[in-house]
């Protein structure tokens, strides 16, 4: 991804730069978070270093947000609301297991239907869409005409693609890859980089996302 360009309150958006949590344990062995509280692994603390010294590079950052769980604390640490998606049930358990250990909420989970609760105080994709979205509004509210960067996670990633797409992304949020959103103040919301792992290409630490092997054949391109 090249290098954001200098803006300032006179340009009729707002830039944010979405980026995902490093790798946990729990990334690496397929088990579903959710809510979960996991912190990093050592991969996902080399990533994250990797992430911040490119961030670091970027000009005129007016404000960074971050989610409160532990994965992206080791990071940044100024409050984003909310978390991820709440996933019920099948919070805790590997992908392999979750269809037999919990078939219903599991079902619920796999479910196409945005409305579809998952048991177990989960919630639907519609849910998160409107809270993701919600969020990054107010933030652009907050930072008209500014840049800022929002680290969040995977799930949230995927609302708010939908928002901009019109969409659902099917494929792999990696860990702390960077997706670059201009939205207008008309609420014209654009995709200006998508799945950006440039960071850590140069670095030769390892790719990782939810449901991926250490080196996936196909990274999600970049957006123009």
């Known amino acids: 991804m090249s290098q954001p360009t ?5 340009q009729p958006y707002t830039e944010i730069i979405v980026v995902r949590h490093g790798e946990t344990a729990w990334n690496a062995t397929g088990r579903i978070q959710g809510h979960m509280d996991v ?6 603390r080399q990533q994250a270093a990797s992430l911040a010294e490119r961030l670091s590079r970027v000009p005129e950052i007016s404000a960074i947000y971050s989610s ?8 940044l640490r100024r409050l984003l609301q909310p978390r991820e ?8 358990l590997l992908f392999r297991e979750a269809a037999k250990v919990c078939p219903q909420a599991y079902r619920a989970f796999s479910s196409r239907r945005t409305d579809q609760v998952i048991p177990g105080g989960g919630e ?3 849910q998160l869409y ?4 919600s969020s990054l509004q107010r933030i652009c509210q907050r930072h008209t005409g500014k840049r800022v960067v929002v680290v969040t996670h995977g799930g949230v990633i995927r609302a708010l693609y939908r928002r901009a797409c019109s969409s659902r992304f099917r494929g792999i949020i990696l860990n702390t890859s960077v997706n ?3 939205i207008s103040g008309d609420d014209v919301w654009t995709i200006k980089a998508w799945g950006d792992i ?9 790719m990782s996302g939810f449901g991926v092997s250490k080196t996936p054949s196909v990274v999600s391109p970049v957006l123009t």
């Open 6 to 10: 200098s803006f300032s309150l006179d």
């Open 39 to 44: 912190e990093l692994d050592e991969v996902g």
């Open 68 to 75: 409160d769980l532990k994965r992206l604390l080791k990071l």
């Open 85 to 92: 998606r709440h996933l019920g049930d099948v919070q805790g």
């Open 124 to 126: 639907s994709s519609d």
């Open 130 to 133: 409107h809270r993701a979205t």
């Open 180 to 182: 670059i959103f201009q």
């Open 198 to 206: 440039d960071h850590l290409n140069q670095t030769g630490h390892s």
